[in-house]
């Protein structure tokens, strides 16, 4: 776990690079209360994108999709709708 964490963290730089390049519509799922990933982290990342969405789940943490499974489905359906 250590490892792939150090490993993500290092590779942050690049997909900021990176992110510009995505020309497909996006979905950004963001947890309001993510202690991991602050939701301004996806604010950033749907500026640097430019065809993405945030939706940010209220009262939701980092593992959302584990613990609001319903609500994230949900909007993955909506979204590909």
């Known amino acids: ?6 490993g993500y963290q290092g590779t ?3 997909l900021k690079q990176l992110f510009p390049t995505v020309r497909i519509p996006a979905l950004l799922l963001w947890g309001e209360r993510d202690k991991h990933s602050p939701v301004a ?3 950033k ?3 640097l994108m430019r065809c993405a969405r945030l ?3 209220p ?3 980092h593992w ?3 613990n609001l499974a319903e609500d994230v489905s949900a ?3 909506r979204f590909l709708g």
Request: some cysteine; overall charge neutral.
């Open 1 to 6: 776990m250590v490892r792939m964490c150090a």
């Open 12 to 14: 942050l730089p690049r």
């Open 41 to 43: 982290q996806g604010e």
């Open 45 to 47: 990342f749907v500026e």
């Open 55 to 57: 939706e940010v789940i």
């Open 59 to 61: 009262r939701s943490g």
């Open 64 to 66: 959302m999709a584990v």
């Open 75 to 77: 909007r993955i359906e």
